[in-house]
């Protein structure tokens, strides 16, 4: 079964610092890599999203890094606000689409202290 | 504004009841899913639907039936068979099989089962 892992599961950063969110998939048949916010009690929101032929995406205060060598690929939140305090999950969509479904890793809760 | 609608936002179901949770979008998008949320366990995929009276079962469909008989809407059951039902669930739609833009969430339901 393809599998999308994501670390760490929390993670506390102080505002100003950097969060670092990191994902491995496990095989190489995937071609769309998304990053989806989700507030409590709300649904995940699109953040930002990159394609494998591609080694970075930066959108404002978020920046994706795709390494293919090694099926990993990570998110980064410079200058971390309160407000950016929510979980955050990695997903892969197989590239034979499958239907457009995606595989989603576990979530990662950021907490972003004042 | 176009959107996705989950209702209710909060469900109890007793034992060895069937409950459906509702899901309606005005995207005019191809493609809905509906996913399972568990702490620690991100999401899974419980049901897909590319197009209007085909779905698919995901990698956790036992104990859930869906139907697509329109575009806008499609509602999951939770049957009786589902052994463990209390989660959040959340629907989502994408505007086609290779959903580029990724996906739109709904708000949730959270089922308990009491």
């Known amino acids: 079964q393809q599998q999308v892992k994501q670390s760490p599961q929390s993670l506390i950063v102080q505002k100003g610092g950097i969060s670092i969110i990191n994902c491995a998939y496990e095989?190489?048949?995937?071609?769309?890599f998304p990053w989806y916010q989700q507030f409590p009690g709300k649904g995940p929101a699109l953040l930002i999203a990159?394609?494998?032929?591609?080694s970075e995406k930066k959108e404002g205060r978020f920046t994706i890094s795709f390494n293919k060598s090694a099926k990993q690929f990570s998110l980064h939140i410079m200058d971390s606000q309160p407000g950016d305090s929510a979980t955050y999950f990695c997903?892969?969509?197989?590239?034979?689409?499958?239907?457009?479904?995606?595989?989603f890793g576990q979530g990662t809760e950021l907490s972003v202290k004042p | 504004d176009g959107g996705i609608t989950q209702s209710p936002k909060y469900l109890f179901r007793k034992e060895g009841q069937n409950v459906t949770l509702s899901c309606e979008q005005n995207?005019?998008?191809?493609?809905m899913y509906w996913y399972r949320q568990d702490p620690g366990q991100g999401l899974r995929l419980i049901y897909y639907?590319?197009?209007?009276?085909?779905?698919q079962k995901g990698d956790i469909a036992e104990g859930y039936s869906v139907s697509r008989e329109k575009k806008e809407s499609f509602p999951l059951t939770v049957t009786s068979a589902q052994k463990n039902p209390t989660a959040f669930y959340l629907c989502?739609?994408?505007?086609?099989?290779?959903?580029?833009?990724?996906?739109?969430f709904g708000s949730g339901t959270r089922l308990t089962v009491v």
């Open positions: 997903a892969a969509r197989p590239f034979r689409n499958q239907g457009g479904k995606l595989i």
């Open positions: 989502a739609s994408s505007i086609g099989p290779t959903g580029r833009i990724g996906y739109t």
């Open positions: 990159i394609r494998p032929d591609v």
């Open positions: 995207l005019n998008h191809d493609a």
């Open positions: 639907s590319q197009i209007v009276n085909d779905f």
């Open positions: 095989n190489t048949a995937f071609d769309y």
